[in-house]
């Protein structure tokens, strides 16, 4: 049976650091693409960040990008992202997902390209 658990989230003020992790069991995770999506209050879950089976290139949403880093530690099957300078439209619940592809290079903004989800994990941001 998969499993996928999100921790780190909280309640931060504008301008501080959160670290999200995902542990991802029942698979093989170094065969895995793995994302971050988040979905706020009354909108689409959206795509954050992903990087691919080999850990090599992330990728990241505009409004994220230069903020965010996307990491993986396929020796202990775990998944992170360092957020910095967070604000308050980064309020949502983060999730964690994990999806085959058929590079080694390549991940996915898309929801609908993961099959395993977490429960996701809340981040707050207040100004």
């Known amino acids: 049976q998969v499993q996928v658990v999100e921790s780190g989230g909280g309640l931060v003020q504008a301008g501080g650091s959160l670290r999200l992790s995902c542990t991802a069991s029942?698979?093989?995770?170094?065969?895995?693409?793995m994302g971050w999506l988040r979905q706020a209050p009354g909108k689409e879950r959206e795509g954050v960040s992903c990087?691919?089976?080999?850990?090599?290139?992330?990728y990241y949403t505009d409004s994220v990008k230069g903020r965010f880093t996307v990491s993986r530690d396929n020796a202990n099957n775990t998944l992170y992202l360092q957020m910095n300078n967070l604000k308050p439209e980064d309020t949502a619940m983060y999730y964690c997902a994990a999806g085959r592809t058929a590079s080694d290079y390549y991940c996915s903004l898309s929801s609908t390209r993961y099959n395993y989800w977490g429960q996701g994990t809340q981040v707050t941001v207040s100004s």
């Open positions: 990087i691919g089976q080999n850990g090599v290139i992330p």
């Open positions: 029942g698979l093989t995770f170094a065969d895995y693409a």
